[in-house]
Protein backbone atom coordinates (compact mmCIF):
# COMPACT_ATOMS: atom_id res chain seq x y z
CA UNK A 1 0.00 0.00 0.00
CA UNK A 2 3.10 2.06 1.11
CA UNK A 3 6.58 1.89 -1.19
CA UNK A 4 9.68 3.77 -0.51
CA UNK A 5 12.06 3.38 -2.93
CA UNK A 6 15.59 5.36 -2.70
CA UNK A 7 14.29 8.65 -1.05
CA UNK A 8 16.13 11.61 -0.74
CA UNK A 9 15.71 14.62 0.82
CA UNK A 10 17.86 17.17 1.73
CA UNK A 11 17.49 21.28 2.79
CA UNK A 12 19.71 24.45 2.01
CA UNK A 13 21.23 25.68 5.02
CA UNK A 14 21.85 29.43 5.58
CA UNK A 15 25.76 29.16 4.46
CA UNK A 16 24.63 27.74 1.07
CA UNK A 17 25.25 23.86 2.01
CA UNK A 18 23.28 21.15 1.54
CA UNK A 19 21.79 19.11 4.58
CA UNK A 20 21.11 15.63 4.34
CA UNK A 21 17.86 14.53 6.06
CA UNK A 22 16.71 11.33 4.33
CA UNK A 23 18.49 8.64 2.62
CA UNK A 24 15.55 5.96 2.81
CA UNK A 25 16.63 2.88 0.48
CA UNK A 26 13.35 0.85 0.94
CA UNK A 27 10.63 1.22 3.19
CA UNK A 28 7.13 -0.57 3.01
CA UNK A 29 3.65 -0.73 4.71
CA UNK A 30 0.96 -3.12 4.06
CA UNK A 31 -2.97 -2.02 3.15
CA UNK A 32 -4.55 -1.62 7.12
CA UNK A 33 -0.81 -2.50 8.71
CA UNK A 34 -0.44 -0.60 11.65
CA UNK A 35 3.47 0.72 12.67
CA UNK A 36 4.84 2.80 14.89
CA UNK A 37 8.43 4.88 13.96
CA UNK A 38 10.55 5.84 16.73
CA UNK A 39 14.02 8.07 16.66
CA UNK A 40 15.62 10.53 18.33
CA UNK A 41 14.69 14.12 18.21
CA UNK A 42 15.87 15.96 14.91
CA UNK A 43 16.04 12.65 12.96
CA UNK A 44 14.15 13.28 10.06
CA UNK A 45 10.77 11.25 11.27
CA UNK A 46 9.04 14.35 11.14
CA UNK A 47 10.21 15.39 7.63
CA UNK A 48 9.43 11.59 6.44
CA UNK A 49 6.03 11.90 7.21
CA UNK A 50 6.05 14.99 5.54
CA UNK A 51 7.40 13.24 2.22
CA UNK A 52 4.92 10.72 2.73
CA UNK A 53 2.40 12.94 2.66
CA UNK A 54 3.50 14.90 -0.30
CA UNK A 55 3.50 18.34 2.04
CA UNK A 56 7.43 17.92 0.94
CA UNK A 57 8.88 17.00 -2.11
CA UNK A 58 11.45 14.36 -1.86
CA UNK A 59 14.95 15.25 -4.13
CA UNK A 60 14.95 11.52 -5.79
CA UNK A 61 13.17 8.29 -5.30
CA UNK A 62 9.84 7.20 -5.53
CA UNK A 63 6.77 7.57 -2.62
CA UNK A 64 4.03 4.97 -4.11
CA UNK A 65 0.88 5.10 -2.25
CA UNK A 66 -2.10 2.79 -3.50
CA UNK A 67 -0.31 2.27 -6.38
CA UNK A 68 0.10 5.96 -7.80
CA UNK A 69 3.94 7.50 -7.50
CA UNK A 70 2.61 10.90 -6.08
CA UNK A 71 6.51 12.30 -6.65
CA UNK A 72 5.09 12.21 -10.28
CA UNK A 73 1.90 14.50 -9.76
CA UNK A 74 2.30 18.13 -9.98
CA UNK A 75 1.57 20.34 -6.97
CA UNK A 76 -1.96 20.28 -7.57
CA UNK A 77 -2.61 16.57 -7.88
CA UNK A 78 -0.51 15.90 -4.88
CA UNK A 79 -2.58 18.39 -3.07
CA UNK A 80 -5.70 16.67 -4.44
CA UNK A 81 -4.57 13.11 -3.94
CA UNK A 82 -3.52 13.82 -0.26
CA UNK A 83 -6.96 15.69 0.30
CA UNK A 84 -8.28 11.97 -0.59
CA UNK A 85 -6.92 9.07 0.33
CA UNK A 86 -4.50 10.48 3.10
CA UNK A 87 -5.18 11.82 6.72
CA UNK A 88 -3.19 13.50 8.57
CA UNK A 89 -3.27 13.69 13.01
CA UNK A 90 -0.88 16.99 13.72
CA UNK A 91 0.83 17.40 17.27
CA UNK A 92 -0.64 21.25 17.32
CA UNK A 93 -3.90 19.80 16.17
CA UNK A 94 -4.01 22.86 13.29
CA UNK A 95 -7.79 23.73 14.06
CA UNK A 96 -9.60 26.39 12.75
CA UNK A 97 -10.34 28.19 15.85
CA UNK A 98 -13.64 30.16 14.73
CA UNK A 99 -14.75 27.28 13.44
CA UNK A 100 -17.04 24.12 15.70
CA UNK A 101 -15.94 21.35 16.37
CA UNK A 102 -18.09 19.04 13.62
CA UNK A 103 -17.50 22.75 11.48
CA UNK A 104 -13.46 21.58 11.20
CA UNK A 105 -14.42 18.04 10.93
CA UNK A 106 -16.57 18.78 7.81
CA UNK A 107 -13.85 21.74 6.07
CA UNK A 108 -11.57 18.84 5.78
CA UNK A 109 -13.96 17.66 3.56
CA UNK A 110 -14.39 20.00 1.29
CA UNK A 111 -10.89 19.82 0.18
CA UNK A 112 -11.38 16.66 -1.18
CA UNK A 113 -14.74 15.60 -2.98
CA UNK A 114 -15.81 19.70 -2.70
CA UNK A 115 -18.94 18.66 -0.41
CA UNK A 116 -20.11 17.96 3.32
CA UNK A 117 -21.25 15.38 4.72
CA UNK A 118 -22.77 15.95 8.27
CA UNK A 119 -23.62 12.69 9.09
CA UNK A 120 -20.40 11.60 8.96
CA UNK A 121 -18.69 14.29 10.87
CA UNK A 122 -20.80 13.81 13.84
CA UNK A 123 -20.46 10.26 13.79
CA UNK A 124 -16.75 10.29 13.51
CA UNK A 125 -17.39 12.70 16.90
CA UNK A 126 -19.54 10.66 18.60
CA UNK A 127 -16.73 7.72 18.07
CA UNK A 128 -13.94 10.06 19.54
CA UNK A 129 -16.21 10.56 22.50
CA UNK A 130 -17.41 14.26 21.45
CA UNK A 131 -20.92 13.66 20.81
CA UNK A 132 -21.72 16.43 23.23
CA UNK A 133 -19.43 19.25 21.88
CA UNK A 134 -20.31 19.05 18.34
CA UNK A 135 -20.99 22.75 18.20
CA UNK A 136 -18.42 23.70 20.65
CA UNK A 137 -15.14 25.92 19.02
CA UNK A 138 -11.23 24.45 19.68
CA UNK A 139 -10.93 27.52 22.39
CA UNK A 140 -13.78 25.83 24.43
CA UNK A 141 -12.12 22.73 24.58
CA UNK A 142 -9.56 21.05 26.21
CA UNK A 143 -6.38 19.94 24.73
CA UNK A 144 -7.67 16.41 24.97
CA UNK A 145 -10.62 17.19 22.98
CA UNK A 146 -9.34 19.40 20.42
CA UNK A 147 -6.79 15.80 19.60
CA UNK A 148 -10.01 14.11 19.56
CA UNK A 149 -10.97 16.36 17.07
CA UNK A 150 -7.63 16.81 15.07
CA UNK A 151 -8.65 12.48 14.63
CA UNK A 152 -11.91 12.63 13.85
CA UNK A 153 -10.92 15.50 11.47
CA UNK A 154 -8.47 13.43 9.71
CA UNK A 155 -10.07 10.46 9.29
CA UNK A 156 -13.14 12.44 8.39
CA UNK A 157 -12.64 11.36 3.80
CA UNK A 158 -12.34 7.61 4.79
CA UNK A 159 -8.68 7.83 3.67
CA UNK A 160 -6.17 4.94 2.57
CA UNK A 161 -3.46 5.91 5.02
CA UNK A 162 -3.47 7.56 8.01
CA UNK A 163 -0.09 9.73 9.11
CA UNK A 164 0.15 10.33 13.17
CA UNK A 165 2.92 13.04 14.08
CA UNK A 166 3.27 12.78 18.07
CA UNK A 167 -0.49 12.87 18.49
CA UNK A 168 0.02 12.67 22.43
CA UNK A 169 2.76 14.94 22.45
CA UNK A 170 0.84 17.70 23.81
CA UNK A 171 -1.95 15.62 25.21
CA UNK A 172 -1.84 15.21 29.32
CA UNK A 173 -0.94 11.18 30.44
CA UNK A 174 -4.15 10.28 31.71
CA UNK A 175 -5.71 10.76 27.93
CA UNK A 176 -2.25 9.73 26.09
CA UNK A 177 -3.80 6.09 26.04
CA UNK A 178 -7.39 7.26 25.23
CA UNK A 179 -5.64 8.86 21.79
CA UNK A 180 -3.73 6.03 21.05
CA UNK A 181 -7.04 3.66 21.55
CA UNK A 182 -8.90 5.69 19.28
CA UNK A 183 -6.37 6.04 16.42
CA UNK A 184 -5.35 2.33 16.35
CA UNK A 185 -9.34 1.38 17.03
CA UNK A 186 -10.59 3.58 14.21
CA UNK A 187 -8.11 2.75 11.18
CA UNK A 188 -8.62 -1.16 12.47
CA UNK A 189 -12.28 -0.70 11.70
CA UNK A 190 -12.09 1.25 8.62
CA UNK A 191 -9.05 -0.56 7.20
CA UNK A 192 -6.77 2.04 7.31
CA UNK A 193 -3.00 1.72 7.08
CA UNK A 194 -1.56 3.47 10.21
CA UNK A 195 2.02 5.13 10.58
CA UNK A 196 2.52 6.89 13.74
CA UNK A 197 5.73 8.86 14.80
CA UNK A 198 6.20 8.79 18.98
CA UNK A 199 8.86 9.43 21.40
CA UNK A 200 7.14 7.76 24.00
CA UNK A 201 7.96 4.39 25.05
CA UNK A 202 4.92 3.74 26.49
CA UNK A 203 3.04 4.15 22.82
CA UNK A 204 5.29 2.45 20.98
CA UNK A 205 5.25 -0.60 23.34
CA UNK A 206 1.77 -0.90 21.84
CA UNK A 207 2.57 -1.77 18.81
CA UNK A 208 3.62 -5.01 17.54
CA UNK A 209 5.80 -3.27 14.45
CA UNK A 210 8.18 -0.49 15.85
CA UNK A 211 10.37 0.67 13.26
CA UNK A 212 13.30 2.58 14.49
CA UNK A 213 14.33 5.37 12.30
CA UNK A 214 18.42 4.73 12.13
CA UNK A 215 17.32 1.60 10.52
CA UNK A 216 15.27 2.87 7.65
CA UNK A 217 16.96 6.59 7.00
CA UNK A 218 20.95 5.84 6.36
CA UNK A 219 21.67 9.41 7.28
CA UNK A 220 20.58 8.94 10.95
CA UNK A 221 22.26 5.81 10.62
CA UNK A 222 25.39 7.82 10.06
CA UNK A 223 24.61 10.32 12.87
CA UNK A 224 24.60 7.44 15.42
CA UNK A 225 27.77 5.72 14.28
CA UNK A 226 30.89 6.15 16.33
CA UNK A 227 32.82 7.45 13.30
CA UNK A 228 30.91 9.85 12.66
Do not use: W
Not at 59 to 74: A, F, K, Q
Not at 80 to 90: M, P, S
Not at 143 to 167: H, I, K, M, T, Y
Amino acid sequence: MLELEAVKKSYREPNGNRLQVLDVPTYKLAQGEQAVLVGRSGGGKSTLLHVIAGISRPDSGRVTIDGLDITRLSEAGCDKFRAERIGYVFQTFNLMSGFTAVENVQLGMTFARGRRDAARARTLLERVGLGHRLNHKPTTMSVGEQQRVAVARSLANQPRLLLADEPTANVDPANQQHIVDLIRDTCREENVTLLMVTHATEVAQQFERVDRLDEINQVAAQRLSPAS
